[in-house]
Nanobody, 120 residues
Framework: QVQLVESGGGLVQAGGSLRLSCVASGNIFRINAMGWYRQAPGKQRELVAANTSGGPTNYADSVKGRFTLSRDNAKRTVYLQMNSLIPEDTAVYYC??????????????WGQGTQVTVSQ
């Protein structure tokens, strides 16, 4: 079993900042990629930022220059630093990981989601 636990969401005024964290745990042999997605009410889930291990980080155009994804591989943790937040960033943010388990199975895992609300 592989689990992702997110933290760091909340309510912030426009122009403010938040930092999301996501820790992976369980029977993990290797993490191939980690990233963040979000889903606003009435909309589909969309990619925010994702990093393939050893590769570049991809960002949605709407967050480029404002959000930064970083990883601490030793802690199996991914962060999302969100600056200059705008009301349109309001959504539930989900952590995602593509892993290989200790039994050499490819497993994609989602966190439970954390609410980010940006007020005007």
């Amino acid at each position: 079993q592989v689990q992702l636990v997110e933290s760091g969401g909340g309510l912030v005024q426009a122009g403010g900042s938040l930092r999301l964290s996501c820790v992976a745990s369980g029977n993990i042999f290797r993490i191939n990629a980690m990233g963040w997605y979000r889903q606003a009410p009435g909309k589909q889930r969309e990619l925010v930022a994702a990093n393939t291990s050893g590769g570049p980080t991809n960002y949605a155009d709407s967050v480029k220059g404002r959000f930064t994804l970083s990883r601490d591989n030793a802690k199996r943790t991914v962060y999302l630093q969100m600056n200059s937040l705008i009301p349109e960033d309001t959504a539930v943010y989900y952590c995602n990981a593509e892993t290989i388990t200790t039994t050499l199975r490819n497993v994609e895992v989602w966190g439970q989601g954390t609410q980010v609300t940006v007020s005007q």
